[in-house]
């Protein structure tokens, strides 16, 4: 027991840390999303996404996802909102893990039929 016990613990704290990378993955990834759909809604802009992104990572994020930065972008015809942050680490000594995620879409318009 004295010799498997560690390694089962080391292998509960990875399947912990990852599941915690994984879950800070996907509040960055809701976020860009949230980011994009209002940064490509008709007359908005990606500052409009930049800041639906910042509000849902402050009611979401929590501890799970530190030290995020979100930029939005747009070339006129598609709108790209990127979140990046940092993993809470349940490993003493590492930082955290980076994580960053981002969405893109065409920029709704109004458009003549046969054009």
């Known amino acids: 027991m004295a010799i498997i016990f560690p390694f089962v613990l080391l292998a509960t704290v990875a399947v912990i840390q990852a599941s915690l990378w994984y879950y800070a993955r996907q509040i960055a990834l809701t976020a860009a999303r949230e980011g994009l759909t209002a940064a490509r809604s008709y007359q908005s802009s990606p500052t409009d996404g930049a800041a639906q992104a910042r509000d849902v990572l402050g009611r979401t994020a929590g ?31 590492v930082s955290g893990l980076h994580v960053s995620q981002s969405a893109s879409g065409p920029v709704e318009r109004w458009t003549v039929p046969g054009e």
């Open 63 to 93: 501890d799970s996802l530190s030290s995020y930065s979100v930029v939005a972008g747009s070339d006129g015809q598609r709108v790209r909102v990127q979140v990046t942050g940092t993993a809470l680490s349940m490993i003493p000594g």
